[in-house]
């Protein structure tokens, strides 16, 4: 089992950029796949960004590609997202999910662990 907290959130101005990182504590972390999501209010949780066990491999959701960047660090047990060039549509809650197994990663059942979430505003 693993435990997961989200920090890094806050306000921002369009255009700008924030750092989000997930903290895991439990289990050997390079034995999970991270995730990324986020939901906004009155939608459904939705995939941001995906990185292999230990960081070989990172995948993205169309509307992140070019301005978020997953990378983890197995020895620090973190995995941030660096979110630059933030809009207004990128205003939610954004979730750190863990799984162990298994080849999904981009639904929300794909993942066994999540973390509590960290509020992201953009303004315009």
């Known amino acids: 089992q693993v435990q997961l907290v989200e920090s890094g959130g806050g306000l921002v101005q369009a255009g700008g950029s924030l750092r989000l990182s997930c903290a895991a504590s439990?289990?050997?972390?390079?034995?999970?796949?991270m995730g990324w999501f986020r939901q906004a209010p009155g939608k459904d949780r939705e995939f941001v960004a995906a990185i292999t066990y230990r960081g070989a491999g990172t995948y993205y959701a169309d509307s992140a590609k070019g301005r978020f960047t997953i990378s983890r660090d197995n020895a620090k047990n973190t995995v941030a997202l660096q979110m630059n060039s933030l809009e207004p549509e990128d205003t939610a809650v954004y979730y750190c999910?863990?799984?162990?197994?298994?080849?999904?990663?981009?639904?929300?059942?794909?993942?066994?662990?999540w973390g509590q979430g960290t509020q992201v505003t953009v303004s315009s």
């Open positions: 439990g289990r050997t972390f390079s034995m999970y796949y």
């Open positions: 999910a863990a799984k162990s197994y298994g080849a999904g990663k981009v639904r929300t059942d794909d993942y066994d662990y």
